[in-house]
């Protein structure tokens, strides 16, 4: 449900007697929109004026989209299975959503926000019925858009300061594995190493979308073998943006009609161990029969469970990760075949 152009922010009336929300649509006019009560104001963290500094430091705020960012909240709310996702930026006033899937909408009034009360503390916030918890009950996101559970990360630099979180959420009542807060929390960790590289290295935070491809990837085919609809669509995006050709295969038996029937070389498989229909193990096997050239790479969480994958020859993409380390593991397995062969 779209609730106003992306970028336009969604916040509840402070001046107004009626405790209307309203959307503000950047013109200075109230457009009315629902009754409810005050949200509670929220509490800040000790050291506030330096936890808005550090923030600042960061230059992160109104910065565009980008697909670093883009792909974490894709990630986290594939791994959590949840229909909304945001790194959010806990300013002053306001929460920024730097990256989002489902809300729409550019930031939210810091008091309306779950993410505020998340940056409070040095662990994951799980709110399963945020309906009948007087904190955010009265919150736009719990009242306009039905929000019914909640689980955010927060995002906590070097020197110790929450700066926002990585959060999904949920229209109807959510459980959380242990997995997945793992998961969470390294997607977490990761936005932060991305944004303490980038102020050490003063790296910008926009750039084009439009990437030079290395000359190596231009003739290079992958095999993506994956069941699922949303990672394998990330997936194959994130290649193709750097200038690979992708075959995208839903299960093993499609990824067999595409060895057998494509006339080119291919040059990777990426795929899961455990399939719907039979063994990777197996899958890789029949592969290799008509095409030895043919390298494997195993996406796994279980690596370790796994010791014949290093003496069957591949190599090992453990979860979760980032379209960027898929990335990286394929240069690394296109330069190895190049040194294996004395070309490049």
Not at 226 to 235: F, M
């Amino acid at each position: 449900m779209t609730l106003c152009d992306p970028g336009v922010s969604l916040t509840s009336s402070r001046s107004r007697t009626d405790n209307s929300v309203v959307l503000d649509c950047g013109s200075g006019d109230w457009v009315p929109g629902f009754v409810l009560g005050a949200p509670v104001k929220s509490p800040l963290p000790e050291n506030e004026s330096f936890r808005l500094e550090s923030l600042r430091s960061f230059r992160i705020l109104e910065t565009p989209c980008e697909q670093e960012f883009e792909d974490i909240v894709q990630l986290a709310a594939f791994m959590c299975d949840a229909p909304f996702a945001v790194i959010a930026f806990v300013d002053e006033q306001r929460v920024w959503f730097k990256a989002q899937i489902g809300l729409e909408v550019g930031e939210i009034s810091r008091d309306d926000s779950f993410c505020a009360h998340a940056i409070l503390q040095s662990d994951v916030l799980i709110v399963p019925d945020p309906i009948s918890d007087q904190r955010f009950m009265n919150s736009v996101l719990v009242q306009r858009i039905g929000v019914r559970f909640y689980a955010g990360i927060p995002l906590i630099t070097v020197d110790n300061y929450p700066l926002g979180t990585l959060a999904v959420m949920d229209r109807v009542p959510h459980l959380m594995t242990g997995e997945q807060i793992d998961s969470l929390q390294i997607l977490a960790r990761r936005i932060v190493g991305e944004l303490e590289r980038r102020r050490t290295t003063g790296a910008p935070f926009s750039h084009p979308r439009l990437h030079l491809v290395a000359p190596h990837r231009r003739s290079v085919t992958i095999l993506i073998v994956e069941d699922d609809s949303v990672l394998r669509e990330l997936l194959q995006r994130a290649l193709e943006g750097y200038g690979f050709s992708v075959l995208a295969a839903a299960n093993g038996a499609e990824a067999l009609r595409w060895s057998e029937q494509h006339e080119g070389t291919i040059e990777i498989v990426v795929t899961h161990i455990v399939l719907s229909d039979f063994n990777g193990f197996e899958l890789s096997k029949r592969i290799r029969a008509a095409r030895p050239e043919t390298k494997l790479l195993f996406v796994t969480g279980f690596g370790d469970q796994f010791p014949e994958l290093r003496e069957f020859g591949a190599d090992i993409l453990e979860k979760p990760f980032l379209p960027s380390e898929l990335l990286r593991k394929v240069d690394d397995i296109i330069s190895q075949g190049k040194d294996a062969t004395g070309t490049g």
